[in-house]
T-cell receptor
Framework: EAQVTQNPRYLITVTGKKLTVTCSQN?????MSWYRQDPGLGLRQIYY???????DKGDVPEGYKVSRKEKRNFPLILESPSPNQTSLYFC???????????FGPGTRLTVL | AQTVTQSQPEMSVQEAETVTLSCTYD???????LFWYKQPPSRQMILVIR??????QNATENRFSVNFQKAAKSFSLKISDSQLGDAAMYFC??????????????FGKGTKLSVKP
């Protein structure tokens, strides 16, 4: 089954404790992206990747890191999480950004 | 800066009737793509419809159609014969086909649609 998976689905952590949210797709898509969704703000792009080893900042990259060492994986790293990073995070992939993006189920992150 | 604006935070429609959700965008590009995504209470993001800017014909997918006005930079979504399952958040999104922002995808803030039985 074609899908985008994210783990964990829910995470409660404390300020400053490094964490990684994994994202994996099985569709051989070149384009992958991370978004955060906050009430009243819609979805905002954090980082995206056009292909392996090619990443770029979206609209809200501060406080986040990504890597794309393999085509299928695109982890999101929070080196020192802060409460303002409490949000719903989505990973997505597509053949390229002009095509339909397939979204993961979301990760609800709470930073205390 | 490229922006996407959805001016209606909430909308309501009676079952079986028609509703139109508004979206405007700001860009200096001439070649780009526009999307409408639906997010039901399950939170899953689902593509509703996609429009290529260089195509004059408005995209249609079953009960969903768009009114794409390139000169006015407007991209509204029309839902015909509304069903209870259409109740969701709807997001408009834009991405340029070239230029410095090669991969940037910009979403509006969303419109919450309620469907009354």
């Amino acid at each position: 089954e074609a899908q985008v998976t994210q783990n964990p689905r829910y995470l409660i952590t404390v300020t400053g404790k490094k964490l990684t949210v994994t994202c994996s797709q099985n569709m051989n898509h070149e384009y992958m992206s991370w978004y955060r969704q906050d009430p009243g703000l819609g979805l905002r792009q954090i980082y995206y990747s056009m292909n392996v080893e090619v990443t770029d900042k979206g609209d809200v990259p501060e406080g986040y890191k990504v890597s794309r060492k393999e085509k299928r994986n695109f982890p999101l790293i929070l080196e020192s999480p802060s409460p303002n990073q409490t949000s719903l995070y989505f990973c997505a992939s597509s053949l390229n950004r002009a095509n339909e993006q397939f979204f993961g189920p979301g990760t609800r992150l709470t930073v205390l | 800066a490229q922006t996407v604006t959805q001016s209606q935070p909430e909308m309501s429609v009676q079952e079986a009737e028609t509703v139109t959700l508004s979206c405007t965008y700001d860009t200096s590009e001439s070649d780009y793509y526009l999307f409408w995504y639906k997010q039901p209470p399950s939170r899953q993001m689902i593509l509703v419809i996609r429009q290529e800017a260089y195509k004059q014909q408005n995209a249609t997918e079953n009960r969903f159609s768009v009114n794409f006005q390139k000169a006015a930079k407007s991209f509204s979504l029309k839902i015909s014969d509304s069903q209870l399952g259409d109740a969701a958040m709807y997001f408009c999104a834009y991405t340029p086909n070239y230029g410095g922002s090669q991969g940037n995808l910009i979403f509006g803030k969303g419109t919450k649609l309620s469907v009354k039985p």
